[in-house]
């Protein structure tokens, strides 16, 4: 039975785009909740700015709070050396840097040509050497809705640049939520080939429906480690209709279906997914909060007896 580590991301990728700040004492309540589910990981939050991201100007306050869980690492986002020198003084368990394979994204999304990123990046990765390990996220790795599908080629000599400075894993996402699952298949042999040392994670979208179907398309190739976001939260500004990432909970419960072992408790994780719309004040995209697993079953409606009896 293969093995999966998930990996949280709603405290950061999916709060960061919600219009009301959600308060520290809730974040903090979550993460700490979730800590008890069984994750690889929990990305906490992010050190960048605040007048940049509003909802995550209380990253020092949420990470010196959090009671941490041991096997649980706690990721943070970092995007420059001011930012991994506040993560630095967090201590948090890895820092996750980000840049995309598309020119075009990475210049709406960050605001600078990736050759800027991807040195602004090597500074941080140099900082931190020896003292925290590194994750690169690369981001619209299957396609860009500026520019179209991102070549295969591309993602790869870009994971090569990162691979020589020495990170200790890439994550393959795609942000834009352009996948389908071949074209997932065929990139995650050619990665597992040409990096087998490397911690690969991926990361989906479900902007177009295929989020889960992408799962299982990498999970099937070997893949093993996966991003999703608790409820369906967040979602890429640059991609029109995005409806957000994976559902954590819906992703597990299908892994779980097919066979694979998680690790992750869903009767524990279940019920904090369904204070999501609470805490956010909406409705949220994931299905099985709402519907209940598939082994979850119900009474039989009292009118059956009658049928039956008829029948007998």
Same mark, same amino acid.
């Given at each position: 039975?293969?093995?999966?580590?998930?990996? @949280?991301?709603?405290?950061?990728?999916?709060?960061?785009?919600?219009?009301?700040?959600?308060?520290?004492?809730?974040?903090?309540?979550?993460?700490?909740?979730?800590?008890?589910?069984?994750?690889?990981?929990? !990305?906490?939050?992010?050190?960048?700015?605040?007048? %940049?991201?509003?909802?995550?100007?209380?990253? @020092?306050?949420?990470?010196?709070?959090?009671?941490?869980?041991?096997? =649980?690492?706690?990721?943070?986002?970092?995007?420059?050396?001011?930012?991994?020198?506040?993560?630095?003084?967090?201590?948090?368990?890895?820092?996750?840097?980000?840049?995309?394979?598309?020119?075009?994204?990475?210049?709406?999304?960050?605001?600078?040509?990736?050759?800027?990123?991807?040195?602004?990046?090597?500074?941080?990765?140099?900082?931190?050497?020896?003292?925290?390990?590194?994750?690169?996220?690369?981001?619209?790795?299957?396609?860009?809705?500026? !520019?179209?599908?991102?070549?295969? !080629?591309? =993602?790869?000599?870009?994971?090569?640049?990162?691979?020589?400075?020495?990170?200790?894993?890439?994550?393959?996402?795609?942000?834009?939520?352009?996948?389908?699952?071949?074209? =997932?298949?065929?990139?995650?042999?050619?990665?597992?080939?040409?990096?087998?040392?490397?911690?690969?994670?991926?990361?989906?979208?479900?902007?177009?429906?295929?989020?889960?179907?992408? =799962?299982?398309?990498?999970?099937?190739?070997?893949?093993?480690?996966?991003?999703?976001?608790?409820?369906?939260?967040?979602?890429?500004?640059?991609?029109?209709?995005?409806?957000?990432?994976?559902? %954590?909970?819906?992703?597990?419960?299908?892994?779980?279906?097919?066979?694979?072992?998680?690790?992750?408790?869903?009767?524990?994780?279940?019920?904090?997914?369904?204070?999501?719309?609470?805490?956010?004040?909406? @409705?949220?995209?994931?299905?099985?909060?709402?519907?209940?697993?598939?082994?979850?079953?119900?009474?039989?409606?009292?009118?059956?007896?009658?049928?039956? %009896?008829?029948?007998?």
């Amino acid at each position: 039975m293969q093995r999966i580590f998930f990996n @949280e991301v709603v405290t950061r990728d999916g709060f960061q785009i919600e219009p009301e700040f959600v308060p520290t004492d809730t974040k903090v309540e979550l993460v700490n909740a979730l800590s008890l589910c069984g994750y690889a990981k929990i !990305e906490v939050t992010s050190f960048t700015s605040a007048k %940049s991201i509003p909802m995550l100007r209380d990253a @020092e306050e949420v990470m010196g709070r959090i009671q941490r869980v041991p096997g =649980v690492e706690y990721t943070v986002l970092v995007p420059n050396v001011r930012g991994a020198e506040r993560a630095m003084e967090s201590k948090a368990d890895e820092f996750n840097l980000v840049m995309s394979t598309s020119e075009t994204h990475n210049l709406a999304n960050l605001r600078m040509p990736r050759e800027t990123s991807f040195a602004a990046l090597k500074d941080v990765v140099a900082m931190a050497a020896g003292a925290v390990p590194i994750n690169v996220s690369l981001s619209a790795c299957f396609g860009c809705p500026m !520019e179209g599908v991102v070549p295969q !080629e591309e =993602v790869i000599a870009w994971a090569d640049r990162f691979a020589a400075l020495g990170v200790r894993g890439l994550t393959i996402c795609d942000t834009t939520g352009m996948a389908y699952p071949s074209q =997932v298949s065929r990139l995650c042999e050619a990665l597992q080939t040409r990096f087998p040392g490397l911690q690969l994670t991926l990361h989906f979208h479900n902007t177009r429906g295929m989020g889960l179907a992408n =799962v299982l398309a990498a999970a099937r190739q070997g893949i093993d480690r996966f991003d999703g976001s608790l409820g369906g939260l967040g979602g890429c500004p640059y991609a029109p209709g995005a409806s957000g990432n994976i559902c %954590s909970e819906d992703a597990i419960h299908m892994l779980e279906a097919e066979g694979y072992q998680t690790g992750i408790d869903l009767t524990a994780l279940l019920p904090i997914a369904r204070q999501l719309p609470e805490i956010v004040g909406h @409705e949220v995209p994931g299905q099985v909060a709402k519907a209940g697993r598939i082994l979850d079953l119900h009474p039989e409606p009292s009118f059956l007896s009658d049928v039956r %009896s008829k029948f007998a």
